[in-house]
């Protein structure tokens, strides 16, 4: 199975920011990466495909980038509305496999 | 208004068995594949199973392959997740997702790949316990 690790799994940052979160791959899948980002007590939320596409409606200061292993969702400017878990998943290979997730709270 | 509303969650004891269901409303259903996830308490997601439009392929977790069956009713909207010889460990919110994927093709060759879960209901829990 392919493992995915996202680091780091807990980040603190001030309103305004850059944050960055890595998610790396055991072994190369390609561009079949999605972000979701997960508030407490909801159901995750598509952000990002195919590793950099932004998905309807979400806002542009989320980005995603990498390729083969190495694979990073950048919110640019962290807002209020952004505290939640992030994971990231791969789809390039069964079984479909998680991060472990990153949880981003306001400093 | 697209949406996914999962139902048959609660309480069980181990061994046991239980039905989960999601119906789906506000998109044509048998044109996508769907996909079950959980979430343990405190923990994250982890995928489970997904079946193809007619229901002809069907994936599965290792950890639930055997156990568990995921099947459809295109005629009414529906997917469902039967679980067998429940454990503790089965614990867990259940997610179903509409599994977004694509035809890729390339030198004469077509593959299915997948591209997100987009829709998203919002959980029925399971609790498996003496």
């Known amino acids: 199975d392919i493992q995915l690790t996202q680091s780091p799994s807990f980040l603190s940052a001030s309103v305004g920011d850059r944050v960055t979160i890595t998610c790396r791959a055991s072994?190369?899948?390609?561009?079949?990466v999605v972000w979701y980002q997960q508030e407490p007590g909801k159901a995750p939320k598509v952000l990002i495909s195919a590793t950099s596409t932004l998905q309807s409606g979400v806002p542009s200061r989320f980005s995603g980038s990498g390729s083969r292993t190495e694979f990073t969702l950048t919110i640019s400017s962290l807002q209020p509305e952004d505290v939640a878990t992030y994971y990231c998943q791969q789809l390039h290979i069964y079984p479909l496999t998680f991060g472990g997730g990153t949880r981003v709270d306001i400093k | 208004e697209v949406q996914l509303v999962e139902s048959g969650g609660g309480l069980i004891q181990p061994g046991g068995s239980l039905r989960l269901s999601c119906a789906a409303s506000?998109?044509?259903?048998?044109?996508?594949?769907m996909t079950w996830v959980r979430q343990a308490p405190g923990k994250g997601l982890e995928w489970l199973a997904n079946i193809k439009r007619d229901g002809s392929e069907e994936n599965y977790v290792d950890s639930v392959r055997g156990r568990f069956t995921i099947s459809r009713d295109n005629a009414n909207n529906s997917v469902f997740l039967q679980m067998n010889s429940l454990r503790a460990e089965d614990t867990a919110v259940y997610y179903c997702a509409r599994d977004l994927k694509y035809l890729y093709c390339s030198g004469g060759n077509c593959n299915t790949v997948g591209l997100a879960m987009d829709v998203w209901g919002q959980g029925t829990t399971v609790t498996v316990s003496s």
């Open positions: 072994q190369g899948i390609g561009s079949s």
């Open positions: 506000g998109f044509t259903f048998s044109d996508y594949w």
